[in-house]
């Protein structure tokens, strides 16, 4: 693997053991590694029981090994010195098949699969090695000095199935033990089954009880639940993930697209010669079923449809490689093999019959999509490439069996997952490399994939544990895999499934094997037989029954239980309340100390005791418990996942945990927990962890190197972590943590010790917790458990979020509003933001926001609202309550500008982020899309292909209606506004070229086209913040337009609404709450309402969509201005009596106010509206004179305010008085304004003016003034 070939492919065939990262690369020479230090393992006997060998293959080439033992010359080959001996056993299926003749009585591998997994395990280097020419390189195995074994136990098939036998799987075994191997590597699996009813499992622990490590394979039966097979706990059960070399080839699609697929076919289409493309479907033979024509099965296919074109098949079902076979049968020149949705991202290099690709489900998608809206497809088939170090890698492969462990729950299957997918090894000259009839090519390697090819994996890397550690159990060497495997791929980010959702220990185990690690683990969790047989006791197993297992008597103990039964992982099964396991650790290292650190499962709290661990000699061992409780309010019913880890600052023992939670109904109880850990979702502490080994990383040259010296992460209540660093490091560190901020972020210190609370969708955090029952309550059907989280699955909530209190970086119920308002005034927040609105204005009572909001007021914390997407139509706020801060949307100084160029030669500038672009100074056709119609008003394919559509805006998305233009066929779309969304333009992430144009630019589009209620004695919006085109982070669950055919991912995107206008607010209420601890909510809102401005940065009054004066009713106070809110000098500050009294004038009774509140109170006999204390005055229904009561509070130095008064056109207003003299902070004044009409001409609509306080340092402190005349 190692050495330079002269081929020009890269000298690494054998990549599979790089991902193993037993050698690694520096300045283009090999270290001494692990493989080296072991002399390359020449004392290990590995036994390979499946389907056997290819006796003198080159794999096995036995130069540079001594004679045998005396003792294996009987039944081996003298001469060989590699492979020492080959057996077969089929008894048992000759029981079933009858007499068997000559070619039966043979240990010689007929198929492949033996000789493609023993020299996986154990291959000695073989110079040249290549599979039909791809691929040139040196091979080796795990255990490449290991001498091996083989036993032939599996035969063909009788009646299509019932190819291994029990009988002759055990016979195996049991010889397998006599001849006394180090290592039985088991490529075999069927359906779970009770162990008594298992041969593997019978035959392995028969071998582990004699000191054998026995490693089998997952099983192929992914990516379902619960069908992972060899679930003994005496077992090593892998799984298979892909790994960072593939074979790559390209698709080129008639329309400019290129799709990366997967392939080793020999033959090769002309370069860059199109053909014309053809979904099997369609290329259906009359009475054949579309179903089998797509998956090209034989027979299905019209060999005139299909006769010089590329076929596009499904995976499923029939063999990938006969697929192909069918397609060259029928007179294809090409194949495009394209995944269901269940194989996901996992693509395989076969070595296919013509030329093909394998591509993946998202690309198969776009293949189809192209297929159906083109007339006449073509595609180019590239020729096939060795890429190395591919990324992501590795993920899991879909075929790969997934747990839970269906016979023993409490036990977690697979352990560990290691390469199964395109895994090149030597290979049967028997037959050729499809293993079909038809295919009479030979190859001397090949690449195969399945869990049998990441089983032997795992058993080379036993084989050299093993040299290393002989003195070790078979449990022993399991755990110190186990617990140093590693859950990141090479982007540093954890293993994906292959449906690109990350991987859970269902799938992976513990994670990705980890030779190198493995061999100096730390510490282990050890068993030893009698544990065995007192789990098989806990089985409810009779003396009879273990009998099969043990070859002598055997007595229960009685004080065994499951719970301590000593394995790496650990397993909860139905969690009510609070379970404790045992688990203990033997020490195989130096002295030392180990510190614990757990990441919980969500929804359930753990415990460690002790915390500490202190080693102090070889051997030494320690007991320790777990204890998982139910957290509160968790409401989880599914299995959720966590770690834990012993640390001594070397050393990295982990285990992982797995918990399924039955919800038994809600308790009363703190809302945390007595150890006070907080309900973070396991899914934000992992982006949070990231975002730790990022920054370290990038000061220590690899991510690698910052999981090595990183001691803690913290994701609890602290964001960030502790680490081993030198001076200079701490230095640089330090000098590149600060970055420069506005002058109010500085004085706020950026918002330190604030908590910003989001009512949203989901997602620096501190706690993560989701409410859905109120939702659940009222769902016709029972909601999916990916709901069961606090993740954000849109977006929504992560835009919010890092707008408000983001980090520096390179439908509700009212039920679960309640609830989340309750959770998040007991966790203590400082500030809750609520991107959340109502379609109407409802009564304050029967509003759970308004509500919840009251409560959070009262408790000291300010509540900011949006003030919903509504507009412009008139009365249509979203919330009224006087003690929320309500916040409108406008526009922010930044745009994404898109040029629409008519052919009169004028130019209109539009909005968008659309990914893709027009040739430049190409100009298309333009089409109106009224002008495009189908009789069932669907765009019609042949007027929109090839040309650009204008679109209205209204009713469905603005992306969706691109992605209808682009399905008809448009190159490009042109958005136009209605008269209602006047000048408004947004960027959106459309999926072909598009501009979002203003009403009046659509109007010349169009002409050049056809030529060639709430309180009214209070204001709402409170202010205006920046809401359209907001940058901020986002969700990677979906693609940037939320719609199920994008299948496009960002991190951060541009959205619009009162939703993203709103977490500004907070932004700046959480920093005020860092200057200003004493504040009220309310004095905050006023501080920000009373400076905000008027004008644009153009010097000029802020403008409506329309061209026309914004009014208060759009804006409120204004646009926020941060630094002038910092000293607002004074405040119109309100108090909860303040509230109730408010409740009172607006008609609620002592009976209302006790439910809506929670305390009793009575009524004043003369509450009144107009003496509410808000920083904007509202007099609906002017007809005479009307007085309205203010008090302001002084927040800064002594000082005389003035007042100055634009008053509402046929309005007379005067101020009472008109000086207010203060002479320290918090005194209060009180001043009273009259509104009177002046009658003359008086209006019938509502007018707007100001009342502003000013002083001589400054401050200049504006309420809006909002009269309505009767």
Same mark, same amino acid.
């Given at each position: ?14 990549? %599979? ?30 036994? *390979? ?60 591998? %007929?198929?492949?699969? /033996? ?62 033990? &006599? ?57 090593? $059960? ?24 997967? %392939? ?296 065994? &239980? ?6 790496? &992982? ?153 680490? *081993? ?47 859905? #029952? ?101 009365? &249509? ?180 609404? $009162?939703?993203? %206008? ?167 004044? #009180? ?26 340092? /400054? ?12």
């Amino acid at each position: 693997m190692g050495s330079v070939s002269k081929a020009f492919i890269p000298p690494r065939m054998y990549v %599979s053991y790089m991902v193993l990262y037993l050698s690694k690369r520096h300045g283009g020479k090999l270290s001494s590694h692990f493989l080296v230090n072991v002399n390359l393992q020449t004392q290990c006997r590995q036994a *390979y029981i499946q389907d056997f060998t290819s006796a003198l293959h080159s794999i096995v080439w036995h130069a540079g090994f001594h004679l045998l033992p005396h003792h294996l010359v009987s039944y081996g080959f003298p001469k060989i010195r590699k492979l020492i001996g080959t057996r077969y056993f089929n008894k048992g299926y000759a029981a079933y098949a009858g007499h068997l003749n000559s070619s039966f009585q043979t240990a010689r591998d %007929s198929e492949g699969h /033996g000789t493609h997994t023993l020299s996986t395990a154990a291959g000695n280097f073989v110079p040249g090695a290549n599979v039909l020419g791809y691929g040139n390189g040196t091979a080796k195995g795990g255990s490449p000095h290991a001498r091996a074994a083989a036993y032939k136990v599996c035969w063909p098939p009788i009646n299509g199935s019932n190819e291994c036998f029990d009988a002759d799987i055990l016979a195996a075994f049991d010889v397998a033990i &006599s001849d006394g191997v180090d290592v039985l590597s088991v490529s075999l699996g069927g359906d779970p089954a009770e162990f008594s009813d298992d041969a593997i499992a019978i035959g392995s622990f028969h071998a582990v009880a004699k000191g054998i490590t026995v490693v089998a394979s997952a099983g192929n039966s992914g990516p379902s639940p619960g069908t992972v097979s060899n679930v003994a706990p005496w077992l090593i $059960t892998v799984g298979a993930s892909t790994m960072d070399r593939s074979f790559t080839i390209y698709v080129a699609l008639g329309n400019r697209k290129h799709l990366k697929g997967a %392939s080793l076919s020999v033959k090769t289409l002309p370069a860059e010669k199109f053909y014309p493309l053809i979904s099997a479907a369609d290329a259906k033979i009359a009475d054949q079923s579309e179903e089998d024509a797509l998956l090209c099965k034989p027979g299905a296919l019209d060999p005139k449809k299909v006769k010089g074109k590329i076929l596009v098949c499904l995976r499923g079902e029939n063999g990938r490689v006969d697929k192909g076979h069918q397609a060259l049968l029928a007179g294809a020149v090409g194949m495009i093999l394209a995944n269901d949705e269940n194989s996901g991202n996992e693509i395989i290099a076969d070595t296919h019959v013509l030329p093909a690709a394998h591509i993946n489900f998202t690309d198969g998608e776009a293949v189809f999509s192209y297929l159906n809206f083109t007339k006449e497809p073509m595609a180019f088939l590239s020729n096939v490439r060795t890429e190395l170090a591919t990324k992501p890698a590795p993920f899991m492969a879909s075929f790969s069996s997934r747990g839970p462990n269906i016979i023993e729950e409490s036990i977690l299957k697979p352990d560990i997952t290691a390469p199964g997918v395109s895994v090149i090894a030597a290979f049967t000259q028997a037959t050729g490399p499809s293993d079909a009839e038809y295919d009479k090519r030979r190859t001397p390697f090949n690449t195969q994939s399945g869990t049998s090819m990441s089983c032997p994996h795992v058993s080379g890397v036993v084989g050299l544990l093993k040299t290393l550690h002989p003195d070790w159990s078979p449990a022993a060497i399991r755990s110190a895999m186990m617990t140093t495997a590693t859950t990141r791929d090479n982007n540093g980010e954890p293993i994906l499934d292959s449906t690109n959702t990350r991987a859970t220990p269902f799938a992976d185990g513990a994670g990705h094997v980890q030779p190198n690690r493995a061999a100096d683990p730390g510490l282990i969790y050890d068993l030893t037989v009698n544990d065995f047989l007192n789990f098989l006791c806990n089985r409810g197993y009779t003396k009879k029954n273990i009998q099969l297992f043990s070859d002598k008597t055997y007595t229960c103990s009685k004080s065994f &239980s499951l719970a301590d039964f000593n394995y790496p &992982s650990i397993t909860v099964t139905n969690l009510n309340d609070s379970i404790t396991v045992t688990r203990r650790v033997k020490n195989v290292g130096s002295p030392g100390t180990y510190n614990v650190h757990i990441r919980a499962p969500p929804g359930v709290t753990v415990s460690v005791a002790p915390s500490i661990l202190k080693f102090q000699k070889l051997g030494e061992e320690k007991t320790f418990k777990v204890t998982f409780k139910l957290a509160p309010r968790a409401v989880i019913t599914d299995y959720v996942f966590g770690m834990l880890t012993w640390g001594d600052g070397k050393h990295f023992v982990r285990s992982p945990l797995v918990s399924y939670i039955v919800y038994m109904g809600e308790t009363s109880f703190s809302p945390l927990s007595s150890t006070g850990e907080s309900s973070l979702s396991e899914l934000d502490v992992q982006k949070m962890t990231k975002s730790h080994f990022d920054l370290l990383g990038s000061y220590l040259e690899s991510k690698e190197n910052a999981q090595d010296v990183l001691i803690y992460s913290y994701t609890k209540c602290i964001n960030g972590f502790a680490t *081993y660093l030198d001076e200079a490091q701490v230095t640089s560190l330090k000098a590149n943590g600060a970055p420069t901020l506005s002058s109010l972020q500085k004085k706020a210190n950026f918002g330190e010790r604030v908590i910003i609370a989001n009512l949203d969708t989901g997602r620096k955090l501190i706690g993560a917790r989701y409410f859905n #029952k109120g939702f659940a309550s009222t769902s016709p059907t029972p909601i999916p458990t990916e709901w069961n989280t606090a993740y954000d699955t849109e977006g929504h909530g992560s835009h919010s979020l890092s707008t408000a209190g983001g980090s520096f970086v390179p439908g509700a119920s009212i039920f679960d509003i309640l609830v989340a308002f309750d959770a998040a005034i007991g966790d203590g927040v400082d500030v809750i933001s609520m991107s959340l609105g109502l379609s109407q204005p409802v009564e304050f009572l029967q509003d759970g926001m308004a509500i919840g909001s009251f409560h959070a007021v009262k408790k000291g914390i300010p509540v900011v609202a949006s003030a919903g997407n509504g507009g412009p139509v008139a009365g &249509s706020i979203a919330h009224g309550a006087p003690w929320l801060f309500t916040i409108g949307a406008s526009t922010l100084d930044r745009e994404f500008s898109a040029t629409v160029a008519l052919g009169n030669k004028k130019l209109f500038k539009g909005s968008s982020v659309a990914s893709k672009s027009l040739l430049a100074g190409k100009f298309y056709p333009l089409i109106n899309v009224a002008e495009a119609r189908l009789p069932t008003a669907q765009p019609a394919d042949a007027q929109v292909a090839g040309k650009i559509i204008v679109c209205i805006r209204g009713i469905n998305s603005r992306v969706v209606k691109g992605h209808e233009a682009e399905l008809a066929g448009a190159v490009g779309m042109i958005l136009a506004n209605d008269e209602e969304s006047g000048s408004e333009l947004l960027s959106d992430p459309h999926v072909l070229p598009a501009a979002h144009l203003t009403y009046t630019n659509d109007q010349a589009v169009m002409n050049y086209i056809k030529s060639t209620k709430y309180e009214q004695f209070l204001l709402h919006p409170d202010v205006t913040a920046p809401g359209v085109d907001v940058i901020a982070a986002y969700t990677e669950v979906v693609g940037p337009s939320e719609l199920p055919f994008d299948k496009r991912r960002t991190p951060y995107i541009t959205m619009s609404g $009162t939703s993203m %206008s709103c977490p500004h607010v907070p932004g700046i209420v959480g920093l005020f709450r860092a200057i200003h601890p004493d504040w009220s909510p309310t004095a905050i809102k006023s501080a920000i309402m009373t400076t905000a401005k008027t004008k644009s940065n153009s010097k000029k009054r802020i403008l409506d969509v329309d061209g026309q004066l914004a009014t208060p009713f759009a804006y409120g106070a204004r646009h926020v201005n941060p630094n002038l809110a910092a000293n607002p000098g004074l405040v119109y500050d309100t108090n909860v009596i303040d509230y109730l009294n408010f409740l009172c004038a607006h008609g609620y009774n002592s009976t209302f106010i006790l439910e809506f509140s929670g305390v009793p109170y009575k009524c004043p006999e003369k509450a009144s509206l107009a003496e509410f204390n808000y920083p904007s005055i509202s007099v609906p229904d002017l007809n005479g004179p009307v007085t309205i009561t203010r008090r302001v509070k002084n927040v800064e130095a002594p000082g005389t305010y003035t007042v100055k008064v634009k008053a509402p056109p046929k309005v007379s207003v005067v101020v009472e008085p008109s000086s207010l003299e203060f002479k320290k902070a918090g005194e209060e004044k #009180k001043f009273m304004v009259t509104f009177k009409p002046v009658m003359n001409g008086m209006l019938k609509d509502y007018t707007f003016g100001h009342l502003t306080w000013s002083d001589s340092n /400054g401050h200049h402190v504006k309420s809006p003034l909002v009269v309505k005349h009767a």
